[in-house]
């Protein structure tokens, strides 16, 4: 069974840091190019990080950037999103998204909840 399980979300102060996680199984994530997104309240989705097979070059929305780091373990079958200095405006679900290079093949995770409050 195809899937993608993000983990790691939660409250956290303005300030702070949290760390998503986001697990696949029933495919290979090296052959897909790997993106995080988020969706706040009454907002659509924005892409967040986008990381490729090799892990060079990931870019970042100009929101995030500087403040968001994405990586991902091909040989664990995951990818990551380490995020500091939280804002309120980072308060949203944040998803994965795994997009095959070969197909049409497309798969996105439940999402999880981050929460910046005081």
């Known amino acids: 069974q195809v899937q993608l399980v993000e983990s790691g979300g939660g409250l956290v102060q303005p300030g702070g840091s949290l760390r998503l996680s986001c697990a696949a199984s029933g495919f290979t994530v090296v052959n897909y190019g790997m993106r995080w997104y988020r969706q706040a309240p009454g907002k659509e989705r924005e892409l967040v990080a986008a990381?490729?097979?090799?892990?060079?070059?990931?870019t970042y929305s100009d929101s995030v950037k500087g403040r968001f780091t994405v990586s991902r373990d091909n040989a664990k079958n995951t990818m990551s999103l380490q995020m500091n200095s939280l804002k309120s405006t980072d308060a949203a679900v944040y998803f994965c998204d795994a997009r095959s290079y070969f197909s049409s093949a497309e798969y996105w995770g439940q999402g999880t909840q981050v929460t910046v409050s005081s």
């Open positions: 990381i490729g097979t090799d892990s060079a070059n990931p």
